[in-house]
């Protein structure tokens, strides 16, 4: 709100100044007024683009911007003593040196990524730490959703990068014509507007990419290595891989089964049978966090609430797992 208002003010000034002044012969003061506001909301226009640019790229187009400025300069020189005429010597002097400072800021900042900023001392080495703060988003985290829970608690520090060839799976599912697969990939877009809606949460779209590599999961993990990044996922294969490519990874998964209740054996709880179990006269329950318990002779009150002792507890890759019987003092509690 407080650049809005100093650009406004900035505009005000640059017309009103304009209007009294009537620089370039202007013979009416609004005109100088128009003149004004029109420079101004150029300079405004070009202090966003600078903004948008990374330390690297604007070195870079710094850089390349004044070696084009001396080029012309030098090359001015011979203009001189050529036999032109003043009128023609001066244009052709202006146009070299709009040319050579125009090449150098555009190849400047083209080039400007293969810059080394922290080798010009701490001031600039402020880009690299905020690329490794960042997170890679991939595209099984996004459709997930809890991430953008996570991020809001502020469990998730620096950027949440999301690659536009994430954005273009993305798409894909959301255009696909199985309706399972298409309310998954809006749910994924859904959520990444909801991240980008929050002041808690900085998402950053990259156009980084990889044509010679056509797995998805593969260019997330090459850019995680680029940006010296972590990725977020749950898919249990990309975890897999991503150890395998030395890359560091933030399970979802892993934080939601680190996050479940510890139970002891022994413990008493009450879970409402919901179905049978594999075995004989066994029924299953679920906690409120999804943990599956089983309890034995328990196939009889499919629909109501009891009361359990915990007798073992199971962790398994896919989760854990309680087993349990019907507590002798306890009983039935609420029929379903």
Same mark, same amino acid.
């Given at each position: 709100m407080d650049l809005v208002v100093l650009r406004l003010l900035f505009v005000i000034l640059l017309a009103a100044v304009c209007y009294f002044l009537r620089p370039f012969g202007l013979q009416l003061g609004w005109e100088g007024a128009i003149a004004g506001a029109a420079a101004a909301g150029a300079v405004i226009v070009f202090e966003l683009r600078v903004r948008a640019l990374t330390l690297r790229r604007l070195i870079g187009a710094v850089v390349g911007s004044v070696l084009g400025i001396v080029g012309a300069a030098l090359f001015c020189l011979v203009l001189r003593s050529a036999p032109l005429s003043s009128a023609n010597s001066a244009a052709l002097q202006i146009f070299v040196l709009l040319l050579m400072t125009y090449i150098g800021l555009l190849v400047g900042a083209s080039k400007g990524d293969l810059l080394n900023p922290a080798a010009l001392g701490t001031v600039f080495s402020g880009d690299k730490p905020l $690329?490794?703060?960042?997170?890679?988003?991939?595209?099984?985290?996004?459709?997930?959703?809890?991430?953008?829970?996570?991020?809001?608690?502020?469990?998730?520090?620096?950027?949440?990068?999301?690659?536009?060839?994430?954005?273009?799976?993305?798409?894909?599912?959301?255009?696909?014509?199985?309706?399972?697969?298409?309310?998954?990939? $809006?749910?994924?877009?859904?959520?990444?507007?909801?991240?980008?809606?929050?002041?808690?949460?900085?998402?950053?779209?990259?156009?980084?990419?990889?044509?010679?590599?056509?797995e998805v999961d593969l260019k997330l993990l090459e850019l995680a290595k680029k940006w010296e990044a972590k990725?977020?996922?749950?898919?249990?294969?990309?975890?897999?891989?991503?150890?395998?490519?030395?890359?560091?990874?933030l399970n979802i998964n892993d934080l939601a089964n680190a996050l479940k209740p510890v139970v002891l054996p022994g413990e008493r709880m009450t879970v409402l049978i919901l179905k049978e179990g594999k075995e004989f006269n066994q029924g299953v329950g679920y906690l409120d966090d999804g943990t599956m318990v089983v309890v034995d002779h328990a196939r009889k009150l499919i629909g109501r609430s009891v009361a359990i002792s915990v007798t073992s507890v199971l962790q398994t890759a896919s989760g854990k797992m309680i087993f349990g019987k019907i507590d002798e003092n306890g009983k039935q509690v609420v029929e379903a």
């Amino acid at each position: 709100m407080d650049l809005v208002v100093l650009r406004l003010l900035f505009v005000i000034l640059l017309a009103a100044v304009c209007y009294f002044l009537r620089p370039f012969g202007l013979q009416l003061g609004w005109e100088g007024a128009i003149a004004g506001a029109a420079a101004a909301g150029a300079v405004i226009v070009f202090e966003l683009r600078v903004r948008a640019l990374t330390l690297r790229r604007l070195i870079g187009a710094v850089v390349g911007s004044v070696l084009g400025i001396v080029g012309a300069a030098l090359f001015c020189l011979v203009l001189r003593s050529a036999p032109l005429s003043s009128a023609n010597s001066a244009a052709l002097q202006i146009f070299v040196l709009l040319l050579m400072t125009y090449i150098g800021l555009l190849v400047g900042a083209s080039k400007g990524d293969l810059l080394n900023p922290a080798a010009l001392g701490t001031v600039f080495s402020g880009d690299k730490p905020l $690329r490794r703060s960042a997170k890679v988003l991939d595209t099984s985290v996004i459709i997930d959703g809890r991430i953008a829970d996570i991020a809001e608690a502020g469990f998730m520090d620096g950027a949440m990068v999301v690659p536009e060839f994430v954005l273009r799976e993305l798409q894909i599912v959301a255009d696909s014509t199985d309706s399972s697969k298409r309310q998954r990939g $809006r749910r994924g877009l859904d959520m990444l507007q909801r991240m980008q809606s929050s002041d808690k949460v900085q998402v950053q779209i990259v156009p980084d990419d990889f044509p010679s590599i056509r797995e998805v999961d593969l260019k997330l993990l090459e850019l995680a290595k680029k940006w010296e990044a972590k990725v977020v996922t749950n898919d249990f294969n990309l975890n897999k891989l991503a150890h395998l490519h030395h890359v560091e990874v933030l399970n979802i998964n892993d934080l939601a089964n680190a996050l479940k209740p510890v139970v002891l054996p022994g413990e008493r709880m009450t879970v409402l049978i919901l179905k049978e179990g594999k075995e004989f006269n066994q029924g299953v329950g679920y906690l409120d966090d999804g943990t599956m318990v089983v309890v034995d002779h328990a196939r009889k009150l499919i629909g109501r609430s009891v009361a359990i002792s915990v007798t073992s507890v199971l962790q398994t890759a896919s989760g854990k797992m309680i087993f349990g019987k019907i507590d002798e003092n306890g009983k039935q509690v609420v029929e379903a």
